[in-house]
């Protein structure tokens, strides 16, 4: 079992101009690309088969931002080491688009690097009792803490408590539960104690308050088994 700390998610990518491919364009005339939405953050095109191995990286890829503000030509450059996370950056990349680069007041072709950030916080455990696992073909995306739903990583929990009778450090407390497809947390279950019986009953209240937009399988919710790392610290 893998276990890692808060919530998984995507850190919008890096990007930065590698210059037009034909020509060097003077700074003062010419005007970088754009990005329009947010195209970077690649979170719905997580691999399942990824979570389920634990890979996680740094995927760097090179295209070019054509005049029309659409992209050809996208290719890795730096590997993540996890051939999973390289293709679906890849196939994340296919639906950005971006107001385009000019030079002297006309759009341009430029090429572009853009680095996507693949890491996890909780870790995917399987699907729930009565969920079939989703098929590699599955359009399929995991859960995430629903808009509003405040964690705070269980602080205040640690703070209320303030237990002076924990003499030596805690240790993280890790928790298996099952998020529900209507975004809920049932049935948790302490896998590695912090070594106090009363912050680990506290980990399971915390748990049980947080709210996700639960996982979703051909745009269907779905129940996944799911554990935290609850880092207790002073």
């Known amino acids: 079992m893998k276990s890692v700390i808060a919530l998984l998610l995507l850190a919008p990518a890096t990007a930065w101009a590698a210059g037009n491919s034909e020509q060097s364009a ?3 005339k010419y005007s970088p690309p754009v990005a329009t939405g947010i ?4 979170l719905e095109y997580y691999p399942p088969n990824a979570m389920r191995r634990g ?3 740094l995927t760097t890829i090179r295209f070019i931002i054509k005049e029309d503000g659409t992209i050809r030509d996208a290719t890795v450059v730096i ?3 996890s051939d999973l996370l390289d293709q679906a ?3 994340c990349a296919k639906t950005w688009t971006y107001r385009p680069g000019t030079l ?3 759009t341009v072709a430029v090429s572009w690097k ?3 950030e693949w890491y996890m916080h909780d870790t995917y455990e399987g699907p729930a009792p009565d969920q079939a696992p989703p098929p590699a073909d599955a359009n399929w995306s995991p859960p995430v803490i629903a808009p509003g739903s405040e964690r705070h990583g269980c602080e205040n929990s640690f703070n209320e408590a303030g237990d002076v009778s924990i003499v030596e450090p805690l240790k993280p407390t890790v928790v298996l ?4 497809p209507e975004g809920t947390t049932r049935d948790p279950r302490i896998e590695t104690s912090s070594g106090s019986a009363r912050y680990d009953s506290l980990a399971i209240g915390c748990v049980l308050s947080w709210r996700y937009v639960p996982a979703k399988r051909n745009g269907a919710p779905v129940g996944v088994h799911w554990s935290t790392t609850i880092p207790w610290r002073d």
């Open 114 to 116: 853009v680095r996507v």
């Open 89 to 91: 950056t890849l196939d």
């Open 39 to 42: 195209p970077h953050t690649c």
């Open 177 to 180: 539960f099952t998020i529900t």
């Open 55 to 57: 890979d996680q990286g």
């Open 79 to 81: 590997s993540s080491g």
């Open 104 to 106: 002297d007041g006309k």
């Open 26 to 28: 003077p700074a003062q």
